[in-house]
């Protein structure tokens, strides 16, 4: 059971928390490159519960900053993005992208000292038309994970944001618990008018896989089998790559190149930033009438609906069904329509039961069962892990100093013959369709 310290501890991400330490060692996304333009609006960033301002300046350049001037702590927000750097209203103070003081224009010359000042400012990049952030204590911040999507141009990434108005780990667990698919997403599904075959056919048919569980060298990997014929078994995996990353089998393991992060805006905010080969194809309804999954649609983004932006700490990305409208659950459908949940869409399902277990979710009422395997593992991992980190700063950190170990990790669905072992089966599938040797956590 988790214990309160350890949900305390996995939950809580601002500065000066273990976990939010641990996080910031990694390059974090925050959003997309086109919500940042040139000598336009300041766009707030919540970010590991820092509130911060991004701008590009003049020339292009990206800066993220700490959104309170040095001088009054006035908001950088209502700053004027001007000639290469941005200017406070308050009193005309103006930083470049790296925070450093331009001007301090309420300051008689022989008075100024504007070479001391310096706002905090996070080094940033730019990848797959995202931004992200290195937010730690290191002077040069660690080498760009050598994701798989690395070998893709940008017009063949797509990239999908919604916000979850509740903490980080709820979401990525969701993700690390297989089992709830063929109940809350395909509950209302007669296999028998399904086609043969088909990979949503296996999952409809049992929804009760068993479970091999791998440790792996940036986290934990799962595979959930089943019987796929007499002769084959069928495989659904899925990597959980520390500390908010997961890999779930959204589509056959052949096509997919994915990654999907559950980023911490607060302690009870959430952007799910999706990044994915857009070709990849996902898991597509099977039913032998040719029409959709009830409750699915005909894809993945079926039932996403967003409301306008705002210019507020959590105003971007909200989806139309959520909390306080009950995710606009359909009670008729859930009785008669064949919508096991009432809800429409698998993104909406999946952000409707994170959101019913609260702001934080209290683990220790849980009462888990061997489905619930990999989610205990991944907690075990995350709380040695942070607090091993919290004891000793120079403890090494997955995947943080060594960016090839990235291309390892694979995830999705295939069948193999039966009796096959899960590890060779799935060296296997990664010698055929990605080009890796997966490397192995120690034993």
């Not at 224009?105 to 504007?114: I, M, S, T, W």
């Not at 039932?303 to 990305?317: A, K, Q, S, V």
């Not at 995350?382 to 990790?409: I, M, N, Q, W």
Request: proline share 7%; charged share 25%; glycine share 10%.
């Amino acid at each position: 059971m988790t214990t309160a310290h350890e949900n305390e501890l996995l939950t809580r991400v601002g500065p000066g928390t273990p976990m939010g330490a641990l996080m910031r060692e990694y390059w974090v996304p925050v959003a997309r490159s086109d919500e940042v333009v040139a000598d336009g609006n300041p766009l707030r960033l919540m970010a590991l519960g820092e509130p911060l301002i991004a701008f590009r300046d003049t020339s292009g350049r990206l800066g993220v900053l700490d959104h309170r001037c040095p001088h009054r702590c006035a908001s950088l927000f209502f700053g004027r993005n001007e000639h290469n750097g941005i200017r406070c209203i308050y009193h005309g103070w103006k930083f470049d992208v790296d925070g450093n003081c331009l001007e301090m224009a309420n300051v008689p010359p022989h008075q100024d000292f504007k070479h001391k000042i310096k706002a905090k400012a996070y080094k940033t990049t730019e990848r797959y038309g995202v931004i992200w952030l290195y937010m730690g204590d290191r002077d040069e911040a660690p080498p760009f994970p050598d994701f798989e999507l690395n070998d893709l141009k940008d017009d063949d990434i797509s990239v999908r944001i919604i916000q979850q108005e509740y903490n980080w780990l709820q979401g990525l667990e969701n993700d690390l618990d297989t089992s709830h698919f063929g109940f809350l997403h395909l509950g209302g599904i007669d296999p028998a008018a399904m086609v043969p075959g088909d990979t949503l056919t296996y999952l409809a048919s049992d929804r009760t896989p068993q479970f091999h569980i791998e440790d792996t060298p940036l986290g934990l990997m799962y595979g959930a089998y089943r019987p796929a014929d007499a002769a084959n078994t069928h495989w659904r995996l899925a990597q959980f790559i520390v500390p908010f990353w997961v890999i779930p089998p959204a589509a056959m393991l052949a096509n997919q190149i994915m990654m999907k992060g559950y980023i911490p805006m607060d302690d009870t905010h959430t952007l799910v930033i999706t990044i994915n080969r857009a070709t990849m194809g996902r898991m597509r309804p099977g039913l032998r009438s040719g029409e959709s999954v009830p409750g699915l649609g005909t894809s993945a983004d079926a039932g996403i609906e967003y409301l306008p932006n705002t210019t507020d700490w959590f105003g971007r990305w909200r989806l139309v069904n959520n909390a306080g409208n009950d995710y606009l659950i359909d009670r008729e459908a859930q009785r008669h329509g064949g919508v096991f949940s009432g809800i429409f869409g698998l993104t909406v399902q999946d952000n409707a039961v994170g959101g019913m277990l609260g702001l934080i979710s209290d683990r220790t009422r849980e009462n888990l069962t061997p489905s619930d395997a990999m989610i205990a593992r991944a907690r075990h991992k995350l709380v040695r892990l942070v607090e091993a980190f919290a004891k000793d700063k120079s403890t090494k950190l997955p995947g943080v100093d060594d960016p090839g170990v990235y291309r390892g990790h694979r995830a999705g669905n295939f069948v193999a013959p039966n009796g096959k072992p899960f590890r060779e089966a799935y060296e296997e599938q990664m010698r055929r369709h990605a080009n890796a040797a997966p490397r192995w956590a120690a034993e």
